[in-house]
Nanobody, 126 residues
């Protein structure tokens, strides 16, 4: 059973930066695309970024494009989300997730992912 554990969340002022990490158990990490999602209070979970299994292809939500960078280290079974120029509207619980199939391409819909971490809180103060 694959487990995903996020870390790196916290409280930061607007304009600041945070780096989230998501460590995966198991030996199949490099076979799957990975994604980051977030959920703010009272809102639905939304797509943030995705990365291909090799790390060569990435995709971002318009709201974070140019500010966030997703990356992965397959040797460490870890995916990262570098968040710069943070805004109060970035406040949410951030989740990493694994694509439900070892396939080509990137997905932005939550139902396309079948393994989720417990989430890490990111709070951006104004």
């Amino acid at each position: 059973q694959v487990q995903l554990v996020e870390s790196g969340g916290g409280l930061v002022q607007a304009g600041g930066s945070l780096r989230l990490s998501c460590a995966a158990s198991g030996r199949t990490f490099s076979s799957y695309a990975m994604g980051w999602f977030r959920q703010a209070p009272g809102k639905e979970r939304e797509f943030v970024a995705a990365i291909s299994k090799s790390g060569t292809t990435t995709y971002y939500a318009d709201s974070v494009k140019g500010r966030f960078t997703i990356s992965r280290d397959n040797a460490k079974n870890t995916v990262y989300l570098q968040m710069n120029s943070l805004k109060p509207e970035d406040t949410a619980i951030y989740y990493c997730a694994r694509d439900r199939e070892p396939r080509v391409g990137l997905r932005i819909l939550a139902y396309e992912y079948d393994r989720w971490g417990q989430g890490t809180q990111v709070t951006v103060s104004s």
